[in-house]
């Protein structure tokens, strides 16, 4: 995707959430039994980032992450399994954006889409031994996850 393209869309997010009320939307992080987390790369923005998107109209957050989930990575999620580990402010959008975030360990790989305009790559990495291009707040998740950082409450 050429720097033009990401720019535009870019744009067009900001702009979308900064014309609309309140916004809300998640994050879910997949650890599997090996100890790795599932993260994405976005085709407009740089950086890993934990599977997620916006709560559409009639939808519940958990609803929203499993949606997410599966369409970025095709994880098909258990609902049982599903916590909440937070709802964090998000200045960065408009100052009325909040994240829900979300951990599943209990999961099943469904067909995985091809890399797109909006996913260019999926990835497993231990926890341990992320990429050193994660995003910030996906690592300060991740720490939250392991218990080295305590909860926060702003994204």
Same mark, same amino acid.
């Given at each position: 995707?050429?720097?033009?393209?990401?720019?535009?869309?870019?744009?067009?997010?900001?702009?979308? /959430?900064?014309? #609309?009320?309140?916004?809300?939307?998640?994050?879910?992080?997949?650890?599997? =039994?090996?100890?790795?987390?599932?993260?994405? #790369? !976005?085709?407009?923005?740089?950086?890993?980032?934990?599977? =997620?998107? +916006?709560? *559409?109209?009639?939808?519940?957050?958990? &609803?929203?992450?499993? /949606?997410?989930?599966?369409?970025?990575?095709?994880?098909?999620?258990? &609902? %049982?399994?599903?916590?909440?580990?937070?709802?964090?402010?998000?200045?960065?959008? =408009?100052?009325?954006? !909040?994240?829900?975030?979300? #951990?599943?360990? %209990?999961?099943?790989?469904?067909?995985?889409? @091809?890399?797109?305009? &909006?996913?260019?790559?999926?990835?497993?990495?231990?926890?341990?031994?992320?990429?050193? *291009?994660?995003? %910030? @707040?996906?690592? #300060? /998740?991740? *720490?939250?996850? +392991?218990?080295? +950082?305590?909860? %926060?409450?702003?994204?």
């Amino acid at each position: 995707m050429t720097r033009k393209r990401r720019l535009v869309l870019w744009l067009l997010a900001r702009w979308g /959430r900064a014309t #609309r009320g309140m916004t809300l939307g998640v994050r879910i992080a997949v650890i599997d =039994g090996d100890g790795r987390v599932l993260l994405v #790369r !976005h085709g407009y923005a740089p950086g890993w980032h934990l599977p =997620g998107g +916006a709560v *559409d109209p009639g939808e519940t957050a958990a &609803e929203a992450a499993l /949606r997410e989930l599966r369409e970025e990575t095709g994880v098909i999620g258990d &609902e %049982a399994d599903l916590r909440l580990l937070g709802l964090l402010y998000n200045p960065a959008f =408009g100052g009325r954006d !909040h994240v829900a975030t979300f #951990r599943l360990t %209990a999961f099943r790989a469904g067909p995985e889409p @091809a890399p797109n305009r &909006e996913i260019a790559e999926r990835g497993w990495f231990p926890l341990d031994a992320l990429p050193a *291009d994660v995003t %910030a @707040a996906t690592r #300060r /998740r991740l *720490d939250e996850i +392991a218990a080295s +950082a305590p909860p %926060a409450t702003r994204w």
